[in-house]
């Protein structure tokens, strides 16, 4: 009874992504024993577990987007940074009304806001045109947005970087009030609700689950398969517009050139943390969500450890080739082989299947 | 008169985890001859292909060629000792030339380099010398798949092989390139190469080959010369049955008193698939479609489902002229279809057994429509209970599920989904004794109250229990339908092997 | 005669099928571009020959690359790690000679070492670990970025001798152009050109006359007809994107003599360039179609691309990138209609 207690909790979907979280917080705390340390500074909160939850904010959004998209068509939309770049650049031109540097605003903030989304969503959508309906791979088809994006955000700010220096814009990568609390971190959770209530409300995340899963039977038992597929990539799309718009309030600015720089690979790898198969098929959304958190745990991490900005993909890099690694068939084979060698000789009735 | 043996398979069998798929089967074939093996579905033929072909390994018996055993471990290993395959879907690179499909992994070369002059002429005199009219420059994509089905047997006789395998090749061709292929092959044997032919088409059997070995359930039946095996003898043999002692087996169907139509299908067809077609279903009714694998009976459903649009017809539905692009029309329309693949077109094999009972009603009632977790499991509980699938609970993954019980679940789906009219195509397919008698049982229940159902089966008994009517397919076409005294197994054999029944 | 005697009639004619059909398009596209470059920036210096050449000087080192990418095209794959390996390699170079006196001979030896490690361990994981390529190859690409930063986050210039003596040999062609004075101006090209184009030949040779290079198209068009047909699909795989590697390192030193520099940002989209010349040139992204000479077209448009927007003046230089994703944006779809065409056929 006991046993099967344990083999339950660690065969639950969430297991491993909890534990990998858990680990990289327990390294911290052993290096840093204030880590769980908050404290109240200039009225708001602050502490390294602080940083970690609020900096996530847009990785979590943008995994919620890519999780979808890898369930529904087995591969990953590497646009979504480009893509906050084109949003950020959006909202921000709206605001300024074509001015370079602004105290006070050009329109209101809702419109821009609102018409950043749209314009994130609609690249989403070119990408699930591509994808769904042409059947283009995945990933090239939203090359195409990977490169171009920032050409398109940069055409849309005139290649300069937009200011919105005005506090109601502020608000969204800082704080509401007298909050103590940032900003993004609410967002992030409205995001995740919104997104879980559309899945347990709706059929879609049935369907989506489906289609990944199993597409020709899913048309025999009457879903469309290539709707499913595209609006799982116009939603990845709206989600990085939102990202695009919390990255560009953080700095005030649309700065087409770092916004959302290599955040599609720490989107990728949240899935993948999230123990979710980049092939496709079964998703969970919260393990994606867990996942972004123990990366931003992660880089906030090998920050503290003097590591540079530029050279934390390098590590990120080795882990996702680890990742799938250990995901894909082959290796699972290799071990599947090996475990029947060192049982053959004892247990040959057993080995069957 | 007994010839030369080039080949020769003894006591074979073969075993996958939980099946039997080769019992102590013989093979032989003689220098020179077109030998058909035949069989129904799940009778062994691929596996004993791929056994001999050394896609798969083999538990016990022996592979002899030319009085040595032998064996293959791969396809190149069976290739080197003068056995090759050509398949239904051409093993050839479409983009590349003719030529070199003939000659890659083995080209001419000069210095080193690929001498490409020496590579087409030799290709173009192969060619010429098997009469096949093709240019050894072009693409191979350019070229109709009866012109690729034989390059493809070029290829393997230029690599001087002594048997050859042609497993399926004629399922895409029409009359006139069966024809060709057929001189090809009368001239290959003429040559001394002996030929086992894999196929489903009677006619073409009686047409090309010396003798038959039919296989069922994984074992043998028996070799025959084909001048001394009428046609109704090998369907029979084939279904398992001696066709001296047929006993009749008949269904207590009760007479309809009116015959309502549920579904109405008229001239409907699909180019490359299904000839045109009239087929009508009626209300309490079960109606049967017969014929061997590959005669259209899955096309001709498919097509009134939706599920491969037809290109000519009109479909009723209750006598109102239906429009179906796509499943989701047909399944609003009351219909429900349970696919012939179970792996590939029925289960998703991820999700639970909840998941894939309330699947289709979910998808019918809409993506804003999600059925509350207490009706989706009293749903599924429903349906667990009263198809008795066995299962570790309802949120176990289908996957792990045996087929009998993955098809109970299919067909739970669907009834949930309370059509009208029920497409069974090979529902008993893989499944136990037990099941398939509950299955069969259920079949006429729900005709009883007053669904429509067409069922399809290849076990000839299944169908006389359930059938009241029969639609008879044969080489992708609706030849006729039997009813009444001639649903018998006699009746329905003769039906299916057409002609005169003796040739 | 033969049994199909209904075809024979159409044999001799020369049939344009699809693929040869987009490598048309291609070099109209090509044509049209650099003429119409030729009226409307006349008094740019667009008709003199010198510009020609300064397209295949400035895209020397993309054009090994392109055609290093063409070839895993052609296997089905893809590899966008290219760009970083290129701005590893230069700066790999460029620190090493700068900073520790390596001599510039050894500096190649580098550069071919880091394409090659790169091409091993990339191909190792796509053919025998059967990863998607882009999984892999995307994190190749941040990997190669992190690494040039580990280098050095500042700019390194190369200033040694023999390096530049290699990169600013300028070579004379017996063509030119008039000054207005009427004085004969040579038109020139650098060493980079002739290495690039010589290793094209010689892929484009491998390609057409080797076992192996007709093995690539095999595994393209149909890996599992190629595996039933006896060919090691693996090991043909595996050699294609070590070949690659091979190629992406040489044209990381070709675009190092170019630049004469090393930069975390170089080489920024590189891998985009390369595809995009690739799929222009008439690549199959399905795999099994495709040629140097044809990629070569494809480098040429991206290269007009861009001068005809450098000439222009007014236009931001991110409308490069945007046109170049824009036509590869066609080129995709329109292979994408081609292909499900011939699928009904």
């Given amino acids: 009874m006991n046993k099967d207690t344990f083999k339950n909790i660690t065969s639950k979907r969430l297991f491993m992504p909890i534990m990998c979280l858990v680990i990289v917080l327990l390294a911290n705390v052993i290096k840093t024993p204030d880590f769980f340390k908050i404290t109240l500074e200039n009225g708001v909160l602050s502490g390294y577990i602080i940083i970690v939850i609020n900096r996530a904010s847009e990785l979590v959004i943008l995994a919620i987007g890519m999780t979808l998209v890898t369930a529904a068509s087995g591969g990953q939309d590497i646009s979504v940074g480009a893509v906050m770049a084109v949003a950020a650049a959006v909202c921000c031109q709206i605001l300024s009304g074509g001015e370079v540097s602004v105290d006070s605003l050009a329109s209101p903030l809702i419109i821009a806001i609102i018409a950043a989304i749209l314009a994130a969503a609609l690249c989403g959508a070119f990408n699930g045109f591509l994808v769904a309906r042409l059947g283009i791979q995945p990933m090239v088809a939203t090359l195409i947005l990977f490169t171009a994006g920032r050409g398109i955000a940069q055409l849309i700010t005139k290649g300069q970087i937009t200011y919105i220096r005005v506090d109601s814009y502020k608000t969204f990568g800082g704080y509401i009030g007298k909050c103590p609390i940032p900003t993004p971190i609410f967002l992030a959770i409205i995001v995740i609700i919104i997104v879980q209530l559309v899945l347990k409300k709706t059929a879609l995340g049935l369907y989506i689950e489906s289609v990944g899963i199993n597409g020709t039977a899913s048309r025999l038992v009457g879903l469309n398969s290539t709707l499913i597929k595209f609006l799982t990539y116009v939603i990845c799309g709206a989600m990085a517009g939102i990202a695009g718009v919390i990255a560009s309030s953080r700095i005030y600015s649309a700065d087409a050139n770092n916004i959302g720089l290599n955040l599609e690979m720490d989107a990728i790898l949240a899935v993948a943390l999230g123990g979710n198969a980049l092939g496709g098929g079964r998703f969970s959304l919260m393990g994606s969500v867990i996942g972004a958190y123990t990366i931003q745990a992660l880089t906030t991490t090998l920050y503290a450890m003097n590591v540079k900005a530029d050279q934390l993909p390098v590590y990120k890099a080795v882990v996702v080739i680890i990742i799938v690694i250990l995901q894909s068939p082959v290796f699972k084979k290799m071990l599947a082989n090996q475990k029947a060698k060192k049982t053959s000789g004892t247990t040959a009735t057993e080995g069957g299947k | ?503 | 005669m033969g049994i199909f005697k209904s075809d024979t009639s159409t044999a001799p004619k020369r049939k344009i099928n699809s693929n040869t059909f987009l490598l048309m398009i291609t070099i109209l596209l090509f044509l049209a571009m650099y003429i119409s470059g030729m009226i409307i920036f006349k008094d740019n210096g667009f008709a003199k020959p010198q510009m020609f050449l300064d397209l295949l000087i400035s895209n020397a080192g993309l054009l090994v690359i392109a055609v290093g990418q063409t070839i895993v095209m052609i296997t089905g794959g893809i590899d966008i790690s290219v760009g970083s390996v290129t701005a590893l390699v230069c700066m790999a170079v460029a620190n090493q000679m700068e900073n520790h006196g390596t001599s510039a001979y050894v500096a190649v030896l580098i550069a071919l070492g880091i394409g090659l490690l790169y091409g091993v361990v990339q191909g190792f994981l796509i053919s025998y670990m059967e990863i998607q390529p882009f999984i892999v190859s995307l994190a190749g690409l941040f990997f190669g970025r992190g690494l040039t930063s580990m280098i050095s986050t500042d700019m390194i210039s190369i200033k040694n001798e023999v390096f530049l003596s290699w990169a600013k040999y300028s070579i004379d062609l017996p063509i030119g152009s008039y000054s207005k004075k009427g004085r004969f101006i040579p038109a020139h090209i650098y060493p980079t050109v002739i290495i690039a184009l010589v290793i094209v030949t010689v892929v484009a040779l491998i390609m057409k006359f080797s076992k192996f290079g007709r093995e690539v198209y095999a595994i393209g068009g149909n890996s599992q007809s190629a595996m039933m047909m006896g060919l090691n699909v693996r090991k043909t795989k595996f050699k294609a994107y070590i070949l690659n590697g091979f190629l992406a390192g040489c044209g990381g030193f070709l675009f190092c003599m170019n630049s004469c520099s090393g930069f975390v940002e170089q080489a920024k989209g590189l891998e985009m360039d390369a595809i995009s010349a690739s799929v222009i040139g008439g690549t199959l992204l399905s795999g099994g179609v495709g040629t140097p000479f044809g990629t070569i077209f494809g480098v040429l448009i991206k290269g007009t691309i861009s001068s005809l927007i450098t000439t222009q003046g007014s236009l931001s230089s991110w409308w490069v990138r945007i046109v170049l994703s824009a036509l590869l944006c066609f080129f995709i779809v329109l292979q994408a209609v081609l292909g499900g065409i011939k699928k009904k056929k």
């Avoid at chain 2, 030799?122 to 093709?134: E, F, G, H, T, Y």
């Avoid at chain 2, 196929?199 to 994984?218: K, M, P, S, W």
């Avoid at chain 2, 009508?280 to 009134?304: C, D, M, P």
């Fill in chain 2, 1 to 503: 008169m007994e010839k030369e043996i080039v080949l020769e398979m003894k006591d074979v069998s073969k075993t996958f985890p939980g099946v039997k798929a080769l019992q102590h089967v013989d093979f032989k074939l003689r220098k020179g001859e077109i030998h058909a093996l035949m069989g129904e579905n799940g009778a062994g033929k691929s596996t004993l292909i791929k056994v001999l072909t050394g896609v798969h390994d083999f538990q016990s018996g022996k592979i002899i060629m030319a009085g040595e055993s032998i064996v293959n471990k791969s396809p190149q290993d069976a290739q080197s000792h003068g056995i090759s395959t050509v398949y239904q879907e051409v093993n050839l690179c479409p983009n590349l030339t003719v030529a070199e499909n003939l000659f890659i992994g083995r080209e001419p070369k000069k210095f080193g380099f690929i001498d490409w002059k020496t590579m087409k002429d030799k290709a173009s005199q192969l060619l010429k010398d098997l009469k096949i009219d093709a240019n050894a420059t072009d693409k191979l994509e350019e070229c109709s798949i009866a012109k690729q089905q034989m390059i493809a047997i070029a290829r393997a006789v230029d690599m001087k092989c002594k048997v050859l395998i042609l497993d399926e090749p004629t399922s895409s061709l029409d009359d006139e390139e069966v024809e060709k292929l057929f001189i090809l092959m009368r001239r290959l044997k003429s040559e001394g190469v002996g030929i086992v032919f894999v196929t489903h088409f009677l006619e073409q059997v009686y047409a090309v080959c010396d003798r038959i070995t039919v296989l069922r359930n994984g074992t043998l039946v028996g070799e025959y010369e084909t001048a001394e095996l009428p046609r109704v003898m090998l369907v029979a043999k084939m279904m398992g049955k001696d066709f001296d002692d047929l006993a009749d087996i008949k269904g207590d169907h009760k007479q309809l008193e009116k015959l309502i139509p549920v579904i109405e299908a008229k001239g409907v067809g699909r180019k490359g698939s299904i000839k045109p077609f009239d087929f009508v279903a009626n209300k309490g009714e079960v109606v049967g479609l017969t014929g061997l694998l590959g005669s259209g009976r899955s096309e001709l459903v498919r097509a009134i489902y939706g599920a491969d649009k037809p290109d000519s017809g009109k479909i009723f539905v209750n006598g109102k002229e239906a429009k179906i692009n796509a499943p989701i029309d047909a399944m609003k329309l009351g219909m429900a279809y349970l696919p012939e693949d179970r792996k590939k077109d029925g289960i998703i094999a991820d999700l639970s057994v909840r998941e894939n009972i309330i699947l289709a009603l979910q998808a019918k009632k809409g993506m804003f429509h999600l059925m509350s977790r207490k009706e989706m499991e009293e749903a599924a509980d429903k349906y667990i209970e009263t198809l008795q699938v066995k299962t570790a609970s309802r949120e176990t993954p289908i996957k792990s599920l045996s087929g009998g019980n993955q098809q109970k679940v299919i067909i739970g789906r669907w009834l949930l989904t309370n059509p009208d009219y029920l497409i069974l195509d090979e529902p008993t397919r893989g499944i136990d004794i037990g099941t398939k008698t509950e299955i069969q049982k259920l079949v006429l229940d729900l005709a009883d109250q007053g669904m429509s159902v067409t069922f399809i089966s290849s076990e000839v008994e299944e169908m006389l229990r359930t059938c009241s009517r029969m639609g008879v397919m044969r080489d992708g076409k609706k030849v006729g339908e039997i009813t009444g005294d001639d649903l018998s197994q006699e009746g329905v054999m003769k039906a299916i092997a057409g002609g005169d029944g003796n040739e």
